[in-house]
């Protein structure tokens, strides 16, 4: 495996820890993973590229080696504003590339629609969005909220990493013992009493208070200018999410400069599942993107 090494920058009261590859200098290529994951995801597509990048993956707030906030839920407009703090400790003005997925790819279209002055190419690695909600379910969505914050959230602990490992190919069963293991190691952390916990605040768990309302994410993306590689996985089970293929197929469409892809016998993590597909989809899009 490419070797990585850990930097921790200051973000908006929070010490954020950075996971980086390869060589200072290099051009920037910046991973975002989805929710309830870590940097460490992409350890595996980081060893199948073959070009010089230098890959920087932050661990979101309340992940991985990254402070958890003080409140007691967390909003998703945070990640965008952590995304810009990160790129101004990285990059400076330079636009970078970003690479999103899942959770991490919405906000990487997202930002790119706020900020399309700042990222050179996006690919989104199945981050379709979610279902278009009603306004009509605010009241119930509100009254869960409160509900949940109440009762508080909880994440089980497992008594080694192997039993970390076993959950995570039980949720992936393309998942080999070894990569399994890898990402235990990272995917979670030891507690005092020998147990190992999920490297993530139970906070992530509370329902977002706040409806999913498409109309706005499409002004969003209707301001990308950069080129978007959409990538979808072949077995994936996400397109329940965002209310079918057809919705998916819709929302492609609403990107001006936009090329698609599929990664065969792969789901949704498409990442672990197929790593050396994703990365020559990514390389090959980033050399037509930056010809």
């Excluded at 990640?79 to 990160?86: M, S």
């Excluded at 209707?222 to 819709?250: F, M, N, S, Y």
């Amino acid at each position: 495996m490419k070797p990585s090494r850990s930097r921790f920058v200051h973000v908006r009261r929070l010490r954020y820890h950075l996971r980086e590859w390869g060589r200072e200098g290099a051009p920037i290529l910046v991973m975002l993973h989805g929710w309830m994951d870590v940097s460490a995801s992409f350890q595996f597509v980081v060893d199948a590229l073959r070009g010089d990048w230098h890959v920087v993956a932050p661990d979101w707030r309340g992940y991985g080696l990254t402070s958890w906030t003080s409140e007691d839920c967390y909003w998703f407009p945070d990640y965008l504003a952590d995304l810009e703090y990160v790129l101004d400790a990285i990059a400076g003005e330079q636009p970078v590339a970003l690479v999103g997925h899942s959770m991490g790819g919405n906000v990487a279209l997202l930002y790119a629609g706020v900020r399309p002055q700042r990222v050179s190419a996006v690919v989104n690695l199945e981050g379709f969005g979610l279902r278009d909600s009603a306004p009509d379910e605010a009241p119930a969505r509100y009254a869960r909220w409160i509900d949940e914050l109440k009762e508080g959230a909880t994440l089980r602990d497992y008594g080694s990493l192997s039993e970390v490992a076993d959950r995570l190919r039980r949720n992936n069963p393309r998942l080999s013992e070894q990569r399994a293991l890898f990402l235990a190691a990272h995917w979670s952390q030891p507690t005092e009493g020998g147990r190992y916990r999920i490297a993530g605040d139970p906070a992530h768990r509370i329902v977002n208070p706040v409806l999913y309302r498409w109309a706005e994410v499409e002004a969003c993306w209707r301001r990308v200018v950069c080129p978007v590689l959409w990538v979808q996985a072949d077995q994936t089970d996400a397109a329940k999410w965002a209310g079918g293929q057809h919705e998916i197929d819709r929302r492609v469409a609403v990107l001006g400069n936009v090329s698609t892809a599929r990664v065969a016998d792969a789901g949704h993590m498409l990442h672990h599942d197929q790593p050396q597909q994703v990365a020559a989809l990514i390389e090959s899009f980033l050399a037509r993107a930056y010809a």
